[in-house]
């Protein structure tokens, strides 16, 4: 059982790794303004992901991946809207605690502000007063 347990977590950490990589590649793409031409290639890496999230990814994972795509459907794609960043935040911190850090103190404006720079007048920019206090 302990082999099942190492080779799924393996899984796990490949595929939540590859959703890391991908929205790097999105804010990069982003930043250079090359989003629209990157987006079928960041698309099928979504994709591939999705497929690998319903096998390997924890409820909690899951779940925070289902309110990110709804909120994703109200905005724009590739949108920096508060909102959508949030919740992909919150998928980035449910990936941390299923890999084994459950205590993790970091809130989705930390995350944020590891590549925004000014983080509260981003925040505050948002339509939802709930978005400057998430944690």
């Known amino acids: ?3 099942y347990q190492k080779r799924f977590n393996e899984r796990k950490w490949k595929a939540y790794m590859g959703f890391a990589d991908t929205v790097r590649g999105v804010l990069e793409h ?14 099928k890496r979504l994709f591939d992901f999705m497929g ?20 994703g459907q109200e905005h724009e794609a590739g949108s920096a809207d508060p909102a959508v960043l949030v919740t992909l935040s919150d998928i980035l911190i449910a990936m941390r605690r299923d890999l084994g ?6 809130t989705a404006r930390d995350l944020l502000s590891t590549f925004i720079s000014d983080i509260d007048r981003a925040l505050s920019e948002g339509s939802s007063s709930s978005l400057r206090t998430r944690d």
């Open 1 to 3: 059982m302990a082999e």
């Open 101 to 106: 850090n459950e205590e993790t103190s970091l």
């Open 30 to 43: 982003m930043q250079a303004e090359t989003l629209d031409e990157e987006m079928p290639s960041l698309t």
């Open 52 to 71: 690998q999230l319903w096998i390997v990814g924890s409820d909690e994972v899951v779940d925070a991946v289902v309110r990110w795509r709804k909120v």
